[in-house]
């Protein structure tokens, strides 16, 4: 089993479109989780941190489930700019491991 | 945010020929640095771990004689790839954490593409 997995898509929304990503992870001691996005062969950027609470930033909500292991990421009112990949990434032994991450495609 | 620069951005290099690439935390002391491999269409594969004055941890599987990591200071860390083969092509990234006092958050440089012929 992955230690992070990730439906790889593609998604492709319209505009305007609220899409849901989910990800699973296999350790159950893992303390920090991130979404972060990836656009074409260019580096990771951090989208956002991820907390128990669940978090909110602007149109974009994260949520976490550590009973079910899995991390959510919610995309409200997609915009074309949105089009990435989508890389869930979770902490192992001081260590970042990251998803393959899911293709997300906004078209007008 | 902070900043983190590689070079080069783009190599292409003969079989057989070694690669040296550079990674240098610009407005920060990175404590640790990290080195990944990506594939096309595939996620981010760390490679190893170093420590500013120490050896490098490497993941299962990677070969440390073939890729050699120098982190000589706070602010640079070098990969070289040994006696390069085409099946080392890829996406090269690193990442620099400046510790405790930046909350453990990893700062990725932009990458470097290689490209072996």
């Known amino acids: 089993r992955k230690e992070v997995e990730q439906d790889p898509g593609p998604f492709n929304v319209p505009e305007g479109a609220t899409v849901a990503f989910n990800c699973t992870y296999s350790n159950s001691a893992s303390q920090s989780f991130f979404w972060y996005r990836q656009d074409c062969r260019k580096e990771p950027k951090l989208l956002m941190s991820?907390?128990?609470s669940g978090n909110e930033d602007g149109r974009f909500t994260a949520q976490l489930n550590r009973a079910s292991q899995y991390i959510s990421l919610l995309i409200r009112d997609s915009k074309l700019s949105d089009s990435a990949t989508y890389l869930c990434?979770?902490?192992?032994?001081?260590?970042?491991?990251f998803g393959a991450g899911t293709r997300l495609a906004v078209h007008p | 945010g902070a900043v983190v620069s590689q070079h080069p951005s783009r190599v292409i290099c003969k079989s057989g020929t070694s690669v040296k690439i550079e990674c240098r935390s610009l407005?920060?002391?990175?404590?640790?640095m990290f080195w990944y491999r990506q594939f096309p269409k595939k996620s981010l594969m760390l490679m190893a771990t170093s420590n500013e004055g120490s050896k490098a941890t490497y993941e299962q599987g990677v070969e440390k004689d073939k890729f050699l990591i120098n982190h000589a200071s706070l602010t640079l860390s070098t990969l070289t790839v040994t006696s390069a083969h085409p099946e080392d092509s890829s996406f090269y990234i690193c990442?620099?954490?400046?510790?405790?006092?930046?909350?453990?958050?990893?700062?990725f440089g932009p990458g470097t593409r290689l490209t072996v012929t």
């Open positions: 991820v907390y128990s």
């Open positions: 990434v979770v902490d192992g032994y001081n260590k970042l491991i």
């Open positions: 990442s620099a954490s400046g510790g405790v006092s930046r909350g453990y958050e990893q700062y």
């Open positions: 407005d920060f002391q990175a404590t640790t």
